[in-house]
């Protein structure tokens, strides 16, 4: 099962529902912003009781309201040695995957986020360019882990690895951030152990592929969660993206018509073709399906 917001083919009209062996059926919320403010327990007999089959919907992005995505970094052996290599300060990366304070960084508003289908964006003024395949936990107001998505952390490999101050900018840019369709219960899976692999398409031929596992990651998803909320509030809940154990060689980059797909055992499979630049972002609007909470 799948938590997904979905926009009625007829008449538009935003939704939320489950998802179970493709067919959509409608919960009684407004967002799913609503499910995050719900302790786990709640959220779980909610799901339990859906309603109507949703004949038509296309699936939307899965998070909005006031929810944030933000991101781990550094927590894989691979990106530590990635980092080192694309970097002119090496140092800083093998000081923070040893440390017990965690690299987090904030990733995107949930308005500008892109689904499955939408492209993702490599900036107009980078030259190096990768996607970073991520497990992201979906954590509620209260700090629980809800359920658990596919995160492509789009990222400049030349902009970080110029300055690491710089990282702000390499990071968060129009079409930065793309999520899986649905959101899977954390009841329904174990995270701690998921096949995890991406594939890069060049004209219909793979040029970047691996794999790996989330049992390779150096942090509990605990740690993490906890030095997310240690000292700010999230109403609406948060997306925390695990971190990337996967980074080609420095002679990779993603090149516009590139197709990025990333796929999680249990979790889902998430598809983006590449474009270049901000223009292609202009319909994304804030505030549409932000609600005012009580
Ligand atoms: O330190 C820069 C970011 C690292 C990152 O995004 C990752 O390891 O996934
Ligand atoms: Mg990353």
Not at 183 to 212: C, F, K, M, Q, Y
Not at 223 to 239: I, M, N, Q, S, T
């Amino acid at each position: 099962m799948h938590i997904v917001r979905y926009r009625r083919g007829q008449d538009g009209t935003p939704g939320v529902g489950v998802r179970d062996d493709g067919v959509v059926r409608e919960l009684p919320v407004p967002s799913v912003a609503a499910l995050l403010r719900e302790r786990v327990a709640d959220l779980r007999a909610l799901l339990g009781a859906p309603g109507d089959v949703v004949e038509d919907a296309r699936l939307l992005a899965p998070v909005d309201g006031a929810t944030e995505v933000w991101a781990a970094g550094v927590t894989y052996l691979r990106s530590r040695e990635a980092r080192m290599e694309e970097s002119s300060e090496a140092d800083i990366y093998g000081r923070v995957y040893e440390a017990a304070r965690p690299e987090l960084f904030f990733k995107s508003a949930a308005w500008r986020v892109v689904v499955d289908g939408e492209p993702v964006a490599i900036r107009a003024d980078s030259g190096l360019d990768v996607p970073e395949p991520e497990l992201a936990l979906v954590v509620n107001r209260f700090g629980e882990i809800a359920g658990y998505l596919v995160c492509n952390d789009m990222s400049s490999r030349a902009i970080e690895g110029e300055n690491p101050l710089y990282l702000p900018q390499a990071k968060v840019y129009a079409g930065a951030c793309a999520l899986s369709a649905g959101i899977r219960p954390v009841w329904e899976v174990n995270g701690a152990d998921l096949a995890v692999a991406v594939r890069v398409t060049r004209d219909g031929v793979a040029v970047w592929s691996g794999t790996t596992s989330t049992a390779r990651l150096k942090r509990p998803f605990a740690e993490l969660v906890d030095y997310l909320f240690r000292a700010d509030h999230f109403p609406d809940g948060a997306v925390l993206s695990t971190g990337t154990g996967l980074a080609p060689a420095m002679d990779f980059t993603l090149q516009p018509a590139d197709v990025v797909t990333i796929a999680i055992d249990g979790i889902g499979e998430l598809t983006n073709p590449v474009v270049v630049g901000k223009e292609h972002f202009e319909h994304q609007r804030p505030g549409i399906e932000v609600e005012s909470r009580p």
